[in-house]
């Protein structure tokens, strides 16, 4: 997962993982910083797709680099900082009280006109209704194993759930989107 | 529902872009330094220890004037007198 999330997200770095987690173990800012600068866009597109709300988003970004540098001591050269982070970050935005309101929907295509932009417009306003009708939990697990391409396996110990429990999740989740876009097909 | 067309939603789902100077907000807030509290819960016990041990140490009572100390002075000669007498 650990190769995939970091072929995914923006880092051009020259370090190692491994180098990286340990300088900034050792308290070095600058890796820090230039790891934060590298991987928070990534980290918050994950993060929204799970709250569905950019401040959410946002802040559980936020949220969890804090995290990281508070606990940076604890940790370990050769551990997957990438995916301890994606962890806190999945686990932060299914926390996160805020949802999306059908307001903000268009709020995020302010600006736009045209005929195109007015079709895409409908388009992922579309899209985005059908996914905030899952509760988080769901939306997390499906963004996980369907987008992402994560391991069922490795997706549940994300959440701290058995493997039951996230295919329990995943089902769920699939029959709300069928009828869901089914139902607007019709 | 094909495992695809999940996936193709939430490739065709419009993320936002985060607020202007969204990663220096991170680094900002993550590296100021902590304000730290140990002097002032130092100079705060140490006040309460001087309070403390002011109030232990000041007597109860206190004699009001020099006449008080007379009158102590009187008795015990007084007494001292009396076992003189005795031993007379």
């Known amino acids: 997962m650990i190769k995939k999330l970091n072929s995914k997200s923006n880092a051009a770095a020259n370090d190692t993982e491994q180098d990286i987690a340990a300088r900034i173990a050792g308290g070095d800012e600058a890796a820090y910083s230039s790891f934060v600068k590298g991987r928070a866009r990534y980290y918050y597109n994950v993060a929204y797709r799970v709250t569905l709300n950019r401040q959410a988003a946002e802040d559980v970004v936020q949220n969890a680099f804090i995290k990281l540098w508070e606990k940076r001591s604890s940790i370990q050269a050769d551990g997957n900082l990438v995916a301890w982070l994606y962890r806190v970050v999945v686990n932060l935005a299914i926390d996160d009280k805020r949802r999306l309101k059908f307001s903000e929907l268009h709020e995020n295509f302010e600006g736009t006109d045209g005929a195109a932009e007015e079709e895409q417009k409908d388009i992922t306003n579309k899209i985005n209704k059908t996914l905030a009708t899952l509760p988080p939990r769901q939306r997390a697990a499906v963004m996980m194993v369907y987008y992402d391409g994560i391991p069922q396996k490795e997706a549940a110990e994300t959440m701290g759930i058995n493997l039951k429990a996230l295919e329990s999740l995943l089902s769920r989740a699939k029959i709300v989107l069928k009828e869901k876009l089914v139902g607007e097909a019709a | ?88």
């Open chain 2, 1 to 88: 529902m094909k495992d695809s067309e999940i996936k193709n939603l939430f490739a065709n789902l419009n993320v936002p872009a985060p607020s202007v100077g969204f990663e220096d907000a991170i680094i900002a807030k993550a590296l100021k330094p902590k304000r730290s509290f140990f002097a002032a819960y130092a100079s705060v016990a140490a006040i309460c220890l001087f309070v403390i041990s002011g109030s232990l140490m000041a007597p109860t009572t206190q004699p009001a004037d020099s006449s008080d100390y007379a009158y102590i002075l009187d008795d015990s000669l007084a007494i001292d007198d009396d076992i003189y007498d005795e031993l007379i």
